[in-house]
């Protein structure tokens, strides 16, 4: 008989509501034995609310720095006694409505309304799923509308005011960890866009870091000061033009010479790859460092 599908997800609804891949997820089964999934006639996993659940204990033990190996030596019932009360999985498809709802305020120059979804979003959610699932997204739709004669910079501006704002009163709440990784976070001369940034100071502090964020806008010589005041472990910038990158590397190369800590640079508009940059000793990174999965290897592989 095959297995009642009531309340139970398709790995597909496990992987948005997690993040975490169908590769990955079938690993963990094979290798570590957390994950439970009954199969379908035609073989397809199905996956329980305890499976949710463990996996959303997993996910904030991840973003605490812990490795995967450590997490599944605790055992499945340890993580379910640790695990909260679970997002349905089935929830998630409502995450690109609230995106759209921000996309849409911003259109229309609600400033209100934009700030009524941000508080309604927060309230529901933890920031981490916030900042993946619906801002994000969010952003992205904006830049494309922009692109597209869809709207206004005013727009694009008066979202990235208020998310911005409410990214950077949530890193004053949560402080600095005692103990952890001294971070310092900044943006390349002349680059104003920070919510990638922003975001990536946030998974830096909820993954246990000291995270210093510098802002917008840092010239290098100002950086190389305070990493020789603050001694970070590293200092990571972001820039999203090619043509600024490209304009303040060479002063990049340079500067890097003075300071200890490890450089590391991310954002759309730095290269997949730069060998003399390599060769300097400055670290590139791709894709979406802020994510939890990222910043935790991220902050391993600099320990």
């Known amino acids: ?11 597909r609804s496990i992987t948005r509501a997690t993040g975490f891949s169908p590769s990955l997820l079938r690993a963990w089964e094979l290798r570590y034995n957390l994950l439970r999934p009954e199969r379908t006639g035609t073989g397809h996993r199905l996956y329980s609310e305890q499976d949710l659940a463990l996996l959303q204990a997993v996910k904030g033990l991840i973003e ?98 208020a998310v911005g704002n409410r990214l950077r009163r949530i890193l004053e709440l949560n402080g600095r960890p005692a103990g952890g990784m001294l971070c310092l976070c900044a943006c390349f001369p002349d680059e104003s866009h920070e919510l990638g940034l922003l975001s990536l100071s946030h998974a830096l502090v909820r993954a246990g870091a000291r995270t210093i964020y510098l802002g917008p806008s840092l010239p290098f010589e100002d950086l190389v000061i305070a990493c020789r005041k603050l001694r970070p472990r590293v200092a990571m910038l972001s820039v999203t033009r090619r043509a600024l990158f ?58």
């Not at 916030?130 to 005013?154: D, F, N, T």
Request: charged share 20%; glycine share 8%.
């Open 64 to 161: 605490q720095g812990r490795s995967i190996g450590e997490i599944a030596r605790m055992g499945r019932d340890a993580l379910l006694e640790a695990a909260p009360s679970p997002v349905p999985a089935r929830s998630f498809s409502s995450l690109e409505k609230h995106a759209e709802q921000l996309v849409q305020a911003s259109v229309e120059m609600d400033g209100g309304r934009l700030e009524e979804h941000l508080n309604h979003a927060f309230t529901l959610l933890s920031p981490a799923l916030v900042i993946e699932r619906i801002i994000e997204p969010a952003a992205i739709a904006i830049g494309e509308l922009w692109a597209q004669g869809g709207c206004s910079v005013a727009s694009e501006h008066l979202f990235s005011e």
């Open 246 to 303: 490209e304009a303040h590397r060479p002063q990049l190369l340079t500067r890097v010479q003075q300071v200890d800590a490890q450089i590391a640079i991310g954002g759309q508009g730095v290269p997949d790859q730069d060998d003399e940059l390599s060769s300097a000793g400055i670290r590139i990174i791709r894709g979406h460092p802020w994510r939890s999965n990222a910043v935790s290897e991220l902050l391993s592989s600099l320990r």
């Open 1 to 11: 008989m095959a297995p009642s599908t009531t309340g139970r997800y398709k790995i």
